[in-house]
């Protein structure tokens, strides 16, 4: 897999952080409930040692995700000059007014994506529509349920 994975430079500070907690804290974990599973003697009947090998294989294919991303990780820089200033790109935020309602979005690649913090993916409906708008442009959303939604550019920051 050669894909780049977008990222901010806060995302991937946070993804390499993550990998490290992981690689150093998490690890001594798990490895000290395996010794300790191991220490009540017959493994074959043994829940504790069952739930820390499922724990360790979750743990190392975590390991694995996000060794991958910070691999094929591409930065994102927010671009702010004066030609893109009003216009919606990756890594900065569109304050935007759908209905009554106003959310403010920061535009990121899929692997640093939370929608409950206000981080969309560029790949996401919302989004995707949202790259290269311009403040005052209004454009419409066919969201997954097939119903539509327009949102007003209100601001980019």
Known sequence: MSEEILLTKEGYAAKVAELEELTTVKRAEVAERLKEAISYGDISENAE??????EQAELEE??????NIIKHAKIIESKSGRADKDKVTLGRKAKVKT???QF???IVGSAEAD?????????????AALLGAKVGDKVMVTL???????YEILSVG
Do not use: H, Q, T, W
């Open 104 to 106: 403010e979005y920061m």
């Open 49 to 54: 040692y069952d739930s820390a090998k499922n």
């Open 144 to 150: 997954p349920d097939g119903s539509n939604a327009k």
């Open 62 to 67: 975590r390991i694995g995700v996000i060794e």
């Open 115 to 127: 929608p409950f913090e206000g981080k969309l993916s560029n790949e996401s409906p919302v989004g």
């Open 99 to 101: 209905g009554r309602e």
